[in-house]
């Protein structure tokens, strides 16, 4: 079945430190990629979304993500962090399951950023 | 992209009750999606809405709990009914991207608490 893995619940960071959120997705084919970010009360904003092409992808808020096909990957980064960044991170794919193309959640990555 | 409302923006409602949640969206699109997510929880599909057919739920889902309605292609009601305190969640609405039909816009939600 098809599954979107983010294996870090919490992430803790300094400010101005890096950052990197793991995401793991189980397809059989390459999925469409995407990054969103819930901040307190708010909806869902994309950060970033990989269809095809170059695998290093660039997002709004200095954020970047790579695709790595071999290892089914796409981890989003920062090189620095800043403590407006402090919210919850989701992973998902795009995908056609039966016949219906829908998106697939990761379980979200909670980052707090320390002053 | 796509600006997209949604009323109520949260409610506390009484156990057995219903709550009808708009989602009213400012360029037409053909495609709608409603999605939970529970307290700590990702987010999961309840339902797609295509305008001028009957929404296709997911698996767990069903119509008698969650009716929604897709008048036309700007807006979308969910209906959550006989409600229990598992009820209590986060409920989205999201749009198919008016150019990027494997993208989706999201509301900013309604909490939804059953007491």
């Known amino acids: 079945a098809q599954s979107v893995t983010q294996p870090d619940i919490h992430i803790t960071v300094s400010e101005g430190a890096s950052l990197e959120l793991r995401c793991n997705y189980s397809?059989?084919?390459?999925?469409?990629l995407f990054w969103y970010v819930q901040s307190p009360g708010q909806g869902l904003q994309l950060l970033l979304k990989y269809f095809s092409g170059d695998t290093l992808v660039q997002g709004i808020k200095g954020f970047e993500a790579e695709f790595k096909r071999s290892q089914s990957s796409f981890n989003l980064r920062k090189p620095s962090v800043h403590w407006s960044d402090a919210a919850e991170y989701f992973c998902?794919?795009?995908?056609?399951?039966?016949?219906?193309?829908?998106?697939?959640f990761g379980t979200g990555t909670r980052l707090k950023v320390l002053a | 992209s796509a600006v997209i409302s949604q009323k109520p923006s949260r409610d506390i409602c009484q156990r057995g009750t219903s709550l009808t949640i708009q989602c009213q969206v400012d360029?037409?699109?053909?495609?709608m999606f409603w999605y939970r997510q529970q307290p700590g929880q990702s987010l999961t599909l309840i339902a797609t809405?295509?305008?001028?057919?009957?929404?296709?739920?997911e698996s767990g889902f069903v119509i008698d709990k969650f009716p929604i309605s897709r008048p036309n292609l700007t807006f979308s009601t969910l209906t959550v009914s006989n409600m229990s305190p598992e009820d209590s969640s986060i409920y989205l609405c999201s749009v198919e991207a008016p150019l990027s039909w494997n993208e989706q816009f999201f509301g900013p939600g309604t909490r939804l608490t059953v007491l």
């Open positions: 998902a794919v795009g995908l056609f399951t039966s016949g219906t193309y829908k998106y697939i």
């Open positions: 809405a295509n305008q001028g057919s009957e929404a296709t739920y």
């Open positions: 397809y059989g084919a390459t999925p469409y």
């Open positions: 360029s037409q699109v053909t495609m």
